[in-house]
T-cell receptor, first 114, second 112 residues
Framework: NAGVTQTPKFRVLKTGQSMTLLCAQDMNHEYMYWYRQDPGMGLRLIHYSVGEGTTAKGEVPDGYNVSRLKKQNFLLGLESAAPSQTSVYFC?????????????FGQGTRLTVV | SQQGEEDPQALSIQEGENATMNCSYKTSINNLQWYRQNSGRGLVHLIL?????REKHSGRLRVTLDTSKKSSSLLITASRAADTASYFC????????????FGTGTSLTVIP
């Protein structure tokens, strides 16, 4: 059982380039999330999804777009990367909404924008 | 934002000692969870405590919740070198959609 898998694990982008981060979960979870983790800031929610075909903005959505075309996949896109988007990105999924159950996290994607 | 804050930011102890870290949050919650993050890895769930609970145990972990003070503590007893990690509390925010909100974390170093 793989859990939550993120690809790629590392990436270096030039300012203005675009990329897509892929998150896949095999636990049949309805709810999926994208976070970014910066030193001293903890994890901040970028976007989330409450089911296939749905997305919603989190705490820091600017500069990112997401799609949930299939239940098991949640994609995070950067259309025009900026140095401020240098961060570690984590995807997570959960069975229920509202923190009634635990969230499962991927291993993270370390993104550097130069 | 509904963000918890852990205290202390960093903690260094000898193997075998107990480690206590605290989490404070701003508004009322339904649930609070603690997570561990080893260096370079994703977060791993440790324990969930609901707002109507005051204390929960899981192995060497003891979590308390004081909703009147809007705070929680995580106690790790008889620490091991393998406990070296960052520890985060996560709270929900019923008024703003119940998403997970994470604190800034406590970095724990257990010296063998």
């Amino acid at each position: 059982n793989a859990g939550v898998t993120q690809t790629p694990k590392f990436r270096v982008l030039k300012t203005g380039q675009s990329m897509t981060l892929l998150c896949a979960q095999d636990m049949n979870h309805e709810y999926m999330y994208w976070y970014r983790q910066d030193p001293g800031m903890g994890l901040r929610l970028i976007h989330y999804s409450v089911g296939e075909g749905t997305t919603a903005k989190g705490e820091v959505p600017d500069g990112y777009n997401v799609s949930r075309l299939k239940k098991q996949n949640f994609l995070l896109g950067l259309e025009s990367a900026a140095p401020s988007q240098t961060s570690v990105y984590f995807c997570a999924s959960s069975l229920t909404w509202g923190m009634n159950t635990e969230a499962f996290f991927g291993q993270g994607t370390r993104l550097t924008v130069v | 934002s509904q963000q918890g804050e852990e205290d202390p930011q960093a903690l260094s102890i000898q193997e075998g000692e107990n480690a206590t870290m605290n989490c404070s949050y701003k508004t009322s919650i339904n649930n609070l969870q603690w997570y561990r993050q080893n260096s370079g890895r994703g977060l791993v769930h440790l324990i969930l405590i609901r707002s109507n609970e005051r204390e929960k145990h899981s192995g060497r972990l003891r979590v308390t919740l004081d909703t009147s003070k809007k705070s929680s503590s995580l106690l790790i007893t008889a620490s091991r070198a393998a406990d070296t990690a960052s520890y985060f509390c996560a709270t929900d925010a019923p008024r703003t959609g119940n998403q997970f909100y994470f604190g800034t974390g406590t970095s724990l170093t257990v010296i063998p």
